[in-house]
């Protein structure tokens, strides 16, 4: 039945691509955002003049990545940037204020950055999950430092997710060695498995836990993430589409200044400064307002946003919009 419905899907998509082809760029635009943005816009709950509060906020706590990815520009190769680290005051005054707010969503430590490459990363982690009882606490790592003992601090810092994205496998198994150990030798001595949630819980404080391992490919091209990426360069096709980063995202750099989206390498243009204001104050404040506006209305003609390729939207929601997706990204 699976083989079917993958042949089906396969067979659809070619279809979609020749009617793509024949189609004028305007009805192909209209199609996507009827199948596509729109049902993502209705998930994320978001209008023109309406934005809910950011699900994910990210900390770039030190400007710095031991990777060596061709797709990025934060790689050591191609890094630019000058080396420094976030500040805890800096990081202390955005907490207590998600704090006042009983902030529920997600908490990360990486923008263009590795955290485990950050030595105060547990005391960091640990603030935050004093603080924010319902935050779901992320550390998302291409592996390259982990080792048993930096897990164990992590894991008694109160994280909940342990995501490494590994770029190395074709050229060594350190990485998906170092994973494979620690799902053997560390995660049960701290947790029980639960089959139905398909994820681990702490013995004692019941946390939920969730390691996952991915092999990724160091010469990947992916977006041209805002023109800053090193092996993708070419100028979008479309000038007008939504894109969701915006919208749920809240990244901020170690000298406090707040990005639009992940892609703005350099905080290039930013939307405010968590040093000087507050962040309810920049997430609703005119600036990220007028990006969301002109996105909302799929007018990418600003700064970033025009060398931008990426495609909007993380996940496609309608199954004409899944056939749609495959035959134009
Ligand atoms: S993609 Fe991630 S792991 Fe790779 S170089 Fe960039 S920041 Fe590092
Ligand atoms: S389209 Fe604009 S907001 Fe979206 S990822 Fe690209 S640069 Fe960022």
Request: charged share 30%; glycine share 4%; with cysteine.
């Amino acid at each position: 039945m699976k083989y079917f419905k993958s042949m089906f899907k396969n067979i659809a998509v070619i279809f979609a691509k020749v009617a793509i082809f024949l189609l004028p760029q305007k009805i192909v635009a209209k199609l996507k955002n009827k199948y596509i943005y729109q049902p993502r816009i209705k998930q994320l709950k978001v209008g023109n003049n309406h934005t809910p509060l950011f699900g994910r906020i990210y900390f770039e706590v030190r400007t710095r990545c031991n990777g060596n990815c061709d797709f990025c520009a934060a790689s050591m190769e191609n890094e630019k940037r000058a080396d420094t680290t976030m500040p805890f005051s800096s990081y202390k005054k955005v907490i207590d204020e998600l704090s006042e707010i009983d902030y529920s969503g997600r908490v990360a430590y990486h923008v263009n950055n590795d955290p485990l490459i950050f030595s105060e990363l547990e005391q960091y982690c640990d603030y935050a999950r004093k603080s924010l009882p319902k935050a779901w606490i992320e550390i998302r790592t291409n592996g390259k430092a982990l080792t048993k003992e930096k897990v164990e601090s992590l894991i008694s810092a109160g994280i909940n997710e342990l995501k490494v994205n590994d770029y190395s496998s074709r050229q060594s198994q350190k990485v998906a060695n170092a994973v494979e150990s620690i799902l053997n030798e560390v995660i049960p001595v701290y947790c029980d498995y639960n089959k139905d949630s398909n994820a681990y819980v702490l013995k004692d404080s019941k946390r939920e836990l969730i390691v996952s391992y991915n092999d990724r490919d160091t010469h990947e091209v992916l977006s041209s993430r805002g023109g800053t990426s090193p092996n993708k360069k070419s100028k979008p096709e479309f000038s007008s589409e939504f894109c969701e980063h915006p919208f749920y995202q809240f990244n901020i750099t170690t000298d406090g200044r707040v990005s639009k989206c992940c892609a703005d390498l350099y905080f290039s243009e930013p939307m405010g400064n968590i040093n000087q204001e507050k962040v309810l104050d920049i997430w609703y404040g005119e600036k990220f307002k007028a990006v969301r506006s002109k996105l909302f209305e799929g007018d990418r003609k600003m700064r970033l946003c025009e060398e931008c390729d990426y495609y909007g939207v993380r996940c496609v929601n309608t199954r004409l919009g899944q056939i749609i997706y495959s035959a134009t990204k």
